[in-house]
């Protein structure tokens, strides 16, 4: 299921699911009709054709939605000026339903969440986790700016990290590590962002999956944490690049096209996403969630 902030609008949710047994088109849905819509996915496989109204007004409010840890959890936590963010962000473009930018990241990032409340991993963590779903990325990453600004510099030095998924099921993937140290010659971040690069590429080699570095340039929502040096890091699968022989020979996937052919376009659909990726990189993420926020020991120079 891909929850999306979608289309700017009166319907602020797209509902989808994998396999097409049966379908029910919805417009205009309301937070009660979803909630009916979810409980009918629940009960079977269906899949929902979703439509929203378009409204391009430069003035209307959008929101990030911040999930903290409970107060009865965050009570165990040894490190409680520790907080770990874990973001993706879920507005789309208006040109399409933004189901790969950024339904994958945002689906992954709640799963997480969920996955750690069902097997009661928050009642175990050394340090806070913090989701955040941010809003406007696309708008110049207004939401993440907004939320980093909005903190007094007390709450702003108690972030420990931020690690961000924006685009993890492209369909010609690419395994792509946010080179937080540089090596590939852009950008480094603040000190630990190479860390987190080594727990996103260590965690691959030990599944025997190919990775490499992608560009710290601050294209996303990790931009302005590490902006305030706040150590970072991420997955991406790839957008409007062209996948190169090499890759598509490590990887998969076709040589001479984009990573994601229908980027920033309407065709970023349900039908828009590689599985297999969200699948892998979706792990990756829940690993590097899982080992900032429970190893004892620091892991920042
Ligand atoms: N931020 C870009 C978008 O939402 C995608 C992107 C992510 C590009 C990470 C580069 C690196 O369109
Ligand atoms: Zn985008
Ligand atoms: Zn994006
Ligand atoms: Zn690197």
């Keep these: 299921i891909i929850f999306n902030e979608g289309n700017p609008g009166r319907t602020e949710l797209s509902v989808g699911t994998l396999g097409t047994p049966k379908s029910i088109p919805v417009v205009g849905l309301s937070y009660e009709d979803a909630v009916a819509l979810l409980d009918q996915v629940e009960a079977g496989p269906v899949s929902v054709n979703v439509s929203t109204e378009v409204e391009t007004d430069p003035n209307r ?16 936590v040894k490190n409680k000026d520790q907080v770990v963010v874990v973001g993706a962000h879920l507005d789309s473009v208006t040109a399409g339903p ?3 930018d950024n339904g994958s990241g945002t689906a992954g990032i709640l799963a997480i969440a969920q996955e750690m409340a069902d097997l009661k991993l928050t009642k175990k963590l050394s340090r ?8 406007a990325e696309e708008a110049n990453l207004l939401g993440s700016e907004h939320y980093v600004a909005s903190l007094t510099d007390q709450q702003r030095s108690k972030i420990y990290a931020n690690l ?4 993890i099921g492209s369909p010609n993937y690419v395994r792509f590590v ?4 540089g090596s590939n010659g852009g950008p480094v971040g603040p000190p630990g962002s ?3 690069e080594t727990v996103f590429t260590d965690y691959f080699e030990s599944q025997g999956l190919a990775s490499e570095p992608t560009d710290f340039d601050g294209r996303s929502d990790y931009g302005p944490f590490i902006a305030a040096g ?5 997955l991406f699968s790839g957008a409007e690049g062209v996948k190169t022989p090499e890759q598509a020979a490590i990887y998969g996937g076709t040589a001479g096209e984009w990573y994601d052919p229908c980027y920033h376009q309407a065709c970023d659909d349900i039908t828009n996403l ?5 699948n892998e990189l979706g792990d990756a993420a829940a690993h590097a969630t899982l080992t900032l926020t429970k190893s004892r020991s620091g892991l920042f120079p």
Excluded: C, E, H, Q
């Design 194 to 196: 190479d860390v987190i």
């Design 178 to 181: 946010y080179d937080g140290d």
């Design 274 to 278: 590689s599985v297999k990726s969200l």
């Design 230 to 234: 706040i150590p970072a890091g991420g």
């Design 98 to 100: 933004g189901i790969n």
């Design 164 to 167: 961000n998924f924006d685009m």
């Design 61 to 76: 409010t959008t929101w990030n939605v911040i999930a903290n840890l409970n107060a009865k959890d965050l009570k165990k």
């Design 128 to 135: 806070p986790v913090r989701f955040a779903f941010w809003g």
